[in-house]
C-alpha cells in the first residue's frame, strides 16, 4: 500500500512554455502533498506544502507565481511550472503523508524537467 | 529552525560487511520522528527505516537499524551484510509530531558497495 503516482515521468519543453506534473495517491487519501526540486547531487528542497482545498504554502524563495499548485482532491495534486525557462530544468518530487502511520511520506518517482 | 546534518559525503564498504551512516539533527521540540530514506539510481525514494522521538528502544528493518540517541542528537543507521543493492545515497530526514509536517532532510550521504 502506500502507492503514490507521478507523471509525467520525463517532460522536455520549450522556453516559455508551461508544464503540468500531476501527484497521485493511489491507495489511499493524502491530506497534505509535498513538492520538492532536487539539483543534481543534492538534497531535496522542499517547495511548497499543498492541502486538499486550501491555498498552498510556499517556502520562502519559491515564486508562487511560477510554480502553481493545485491540490483539488485527496489523490491529486498538480505543479505547472508557468513560463518555462531553462533554469527550471530540474527534477521534481512529490510526496503524499497518511497521517495514521506517523507522519510517514510516500514518494513519488519523479519529474525530469528539461527547458530548452 | 530544526537542522539535519550528515557529515559523511560518501562512504563505501565491502560487499557483506557492515557499515554505519551518521546523522545529527537540532530542535527544541520533544515530539517528531526521524526518518532514513533511501535513494537509488532511479530517483525514487524508498522509505527504509522511522523511529518515534517517545520510543527508546532502536528501530530495526531486517539487516537495517538505528542508534538513536536522544540527548546526543544523534540517528546513525546501521546497514549489516551490506549488498550491491544498498548502493544509494542515504537521506536523513526529520518531521515535527504535530501534524502534517514537512521533512528536514539531510545533504545526504553516497553509499558505495564494493564487491
Known amino acids: 500500500g502506500a502507492v503514490v503516482s507521478q507523471h509525467p515521468s520525463r517532460v522536455i519543453c520549450k522556453s516559455g512554455t508551461s508544464v503540468k506534473i500531476e501527484c497521485r495517491s493511489l491507495?489511499?487519501?493524502?491530506?497534505?502533498m509535498f513538492w520538492y526540486r532536487q539539483f543534481p547531487k543534492q538534497s531535496l528542497m522542499l517547495m511548497a506544502t499543498?492541502?486538499?482545498?486550501?491555498?498552498?504554502?510556499?517556502e520562502q524563495g519559491v515564486e508562487k507565481d511560477k510554480f502553481l499548485i493545485n491540490h483539488a482532491s485527496l489523490t491529486l495534486s498538480t505543479l505547472t511550472v508557468t513560463s518555462a525557462h531553462p533554469e527550471d530544468s530540474s527534477f521534481y518530487i512529490c510526496?503524499?503523508?497518511?497521517?495514521?502511520?506517523?507522519?510517514?511520506?510516500?514518494f513519488g518517482a519523479g519529474t525530469r524537467l528539461s527547458v530548452l | 529552525a530544526q537542522t539535519v546534518t550528515q557529515s559523511q559525503p560518501e562512504m563505501s564498504v565491502q560487499e557483506a560487511e557492515t557499515v554505519t551512516l551518521s546523522c545529527t539533527y537540532d530542535?527544541?521540540?520533544?515530539?517528531?520522528?526521524l526518518f532514513w530514506y533511501k535513494q537509488p539510481p532511479s530517483r525514487q525514494m524508498i522509505l527504509v527505516i522511522r523511529?518515534?522521538?517517545?520510543?527508546?528502544q532502536n528501530a530495526t528493518e531486517n539487516r537495517f537499524s538505528v542508534n538513536f540517541q536522544k540527548a546526543a542528537k544523534s540517528f546513525s543507521l546501521k546497514i549489516s551484510d551490506s549488498q550491491l543493492g544498498d548502493a544509494a545515497m542515504y537521506f536523513c530526514?526529520?518531521?515535527?509530531?504535530?501534524?502534517?509536517?514537512?521533512?528536514?532532510f539531510g545533504q545526504g550521504t553516497r553509499l558505495t558497495i564494493n564487491p
Open positions: 530542535t527544541s521540540e520533544s515530539d517528531y520522528y
Open positions: 499543498s492541502n486538499e482545498g486550501s491555498k498552498a504554502t510556499y
Open positions: 510526496s503524499a503523508t497518511l497521517h495514521r502511520v506517523g507522519n510517514i511520506q510516500y
Open positions: 530526514a526529520y518531521t515535527s509530531g504535530q501534524g502534517a509536517q514537512k521533512l528536514v
Open positions: 491507495d489511499f487519501q493524502a491530506t497534505t
Open positions: 523511529q518515534e522521538a517517545y520510543k527508546q
